[in-house]
């Protein structure tokens, strides 16, 4: 069998890796096509070298730009590349604009398309996340679901008999990771300057559009985040920083200190050593769940509604509605007692991809 990954961005990457290790253990042959979406290194480099995942086979270097910019060049530049390679399958991952363009180039040139992560849902409109994810998972010819709320989705949308549970692949390399950091074979991550490892701290992150885009919602956010009586380890996306330069907020105050985004395993590293997180990243809220950290979530809503259970995640949309007092407690309120379960699976999800793809 041959399949071929396509990837793009930052947490597409982070799937990639336990999928490549699975695939490595295998005869099948696995190509790895990356779009380019994310070019920084810490976006992009870092986690081939962190994760231990082979250079891709292909770049294609799109680039940033409008979503159909964008999506439309890595349309343009997957045709050539599926039709040389006529793989078995096409893997894509998530939910990108990179995702959205490997299902629809794959599909028009009838190859058989697998969609890693299917079946999410925000019920968000206004989300270009979840517009990529409706849109693959109907266009795709096999849903490999995470959950079984996204079985039920898929369901719901006349999808049921394209869906397998496959498990979630992210538990496979958090918890790998996890237990390396804990082994104390990685060095310590690298946090911005002014947060000490040795009190206590919470780590943020803000990316999405819907909370960098607009003025008024970025500086209501940085304030509430800025007003906290911790202090707050912002990683900050490129996005967040063009935004925040653009509208001219001031994101080192108070308590908030800036720093970059981190490699995997620092990441991990970084959650373990906090208090708590607070963010809009979807792969964070779940990694925060599986380390045993309290999440709070600076969204309407989440895909992942498992993390919701006994306190472990709440969602707080607008902090500027409430009091001070009633934030900071939110934001600081130490990790519940409730057990969590394995909503997400057993930690051997992609062995599991990789045979589902090879039997059918
Ligand atoms: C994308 C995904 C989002 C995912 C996120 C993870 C879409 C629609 N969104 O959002 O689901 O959570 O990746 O990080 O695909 N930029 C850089 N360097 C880079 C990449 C981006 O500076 O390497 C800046 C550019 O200003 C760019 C902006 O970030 O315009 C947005 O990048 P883009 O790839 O369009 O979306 P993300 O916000 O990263």
Redesign the pocket.
């Known amino acids: 069998m041959k399949v071929v990954s396509v990837v ?4 597409q990457l982070i799937k990639l890796a336990p999928i490549a290790a699975a695939f490595a253990r295998t005869e099948h042959e696995h190509v790895i096509v990356h779009t380019g ?4 290194a ?3 480099d870092v986690f081939f070298s962190g994760l231990g995942i082979p250079d891709p086979d292909v770049h294609l270097g799109i ?3 409008s ?1 159909g910019v ?1 999506t439309g060049k890595a349309l343009a530049a997957l045709d050539p590349v599926f039709m040389a390679e006529k793989p078995d399958w096409v893997l894509v991952y ?6 959205l363009a490997g299902a629809v180039s794959a599909v028009k040139l009838h190859l058989p398309v697998a969609h890693l992560e299917a079946g999410l849902r925000s019920f968000n409109r206004r989300m ?2 979840e517009h ?1 994810r409706i849109l693959t998972d109907h266009a795709a010819d096999l849903l490999l679901a995470p959950t079984e709320e996204a079985m039920r989705h898929l369901a719901a949308e006349g999808l049921a008999e394209r869906s397998v549970l496959a498990g979630d692949v992210m538990v496979d390399v958090c918890l790998g990771v996890r237990d390396a950091v804990l082994a104390g074979t990685h060095p310590a991550p690298a946090l911005p300057e002014g947060v000490s490892p040795d009190e206590p701290y919470l780590l943020a992150t803000l ?3 819907e909370n ?1 885009d607009s003025p008024e919602r970025l500086t209501a956010l940085v304030d509430a985040l800025a007003n906290l009586p911790v202090p707050v380890a912002l990683l900050a ?3 967040l ?2 935004k925040a330069e653009e509208y001219g907020v001031k994101l080192a105050r108070g308590a908030l200190h800036v720093g970059r985004p981190l490699p995997y395993a620092s990441m991990v590293a970084a959650v373990l050593g906090s208090t708590g997180v607070v963010t809009d ?3 964070l809220q779940k990694e925060a769940y599986l380390l045993g950290r309290p999440c709070t979530t600076l969204r309407p809503e989440t895909e992942w509604i498992e993390t919701l259970v006994g306190d472990w995640n709440r969602l707080v949309p607008e902090p500027a509605a409430l009091t001070p007092g009633e934030w900071a407690d939110i934001a600081t309120r130490p990790a519940p007692t409730t057990e969590r379960g394995t909503p997400y699976g057993d930690g051997r999800a992609a062995e599991r991809v990789v045979s589902i793809l090879a039997q059918r």
């Open positions: 793009g961005a930052r947490p979406q994310h070019y920084d810490d976006l992009s680039g940033s730009g979503h964008q998530g939910d990108t604009n990179s995702t270009p996340e990529n990316h999405r559009a960098t996306h490129p996005r920083l063009a990243s979807g792969g």
